[in-house]
């Protein structure tokens, strides 16, 4: 006689509503809030429940599962979030000149451009390098110039 026994995780939908979820970068999402627990199974039925009970909450768009406290995240403004835009593109290898134009094309004067890059840069600009052949600038973790491939080993 065979004896077949295991455990599984059996999960229910305890509330639902609409929220900010940072994987997917949108607003009024349709999200689940629920509880999951392990069971003991004998011949794939559940017996008794084994540990305490997990909550969480699970994004409908994406699947993504976070903690209760993803319900709290305000969404970033338009400020964070061109700043996180312009970050990223400096952290990439972008040049100062390049973004700065990038933000003329959106919209914004030359000297709003070079005022917003040196508030996010910093205004000593002490992290940055030049290429001594094209005169881009860059971040100091960045190894090279895109335009002309030159190393910043100077």
Not at 23 to 36: A, L, Q
Not at 69 to 74: N, R
Request: negative net charge; hydrophobic residues 30%; proline residues 4%.
């Amino acid at each position: 006689m065979f004896i077949i026994y295991g455990s599984r995780a059996l999960t229910k939908k305890i509330n639902e509503g609409q929220f900010y979820c940072p994987n997917c970068d949108d607003v009024d999402i349709d999200y689940e809030h629920k509880t999951s627990r392990q069971w003991f199974t004998l011949y794939w039925i559940p017996i008794f429940p084994v540990g305490s009970a997990i909550e969480f909450i699970e994004c409908c768009e994406c699947k993504q599962t976070f903690q209760e406290s993803v319900l709290d995240i305000e969404p970033p403004t338009a400020e964070e979030r061109l700043a996180s835009e312009y970050d990223d593109k400096l952290d990439r290898g972008y040049s100062l000149e390049a973004c700065q134009e990038s933000l003329v094309d959106d919209g914004m004067t030359q000297d709003q451009a070079r005022d917003y890059l040196e508030k996010l840069v910093g205004k000593d600009m002490k992290y940055v390098w030049k290429c001594k052949d094209c005169g881009e600038r860059y971040l100091e973790e960045v190894v090279k110039c895109k335009p002309c491939s030159k190393r910043n080993d100077y």
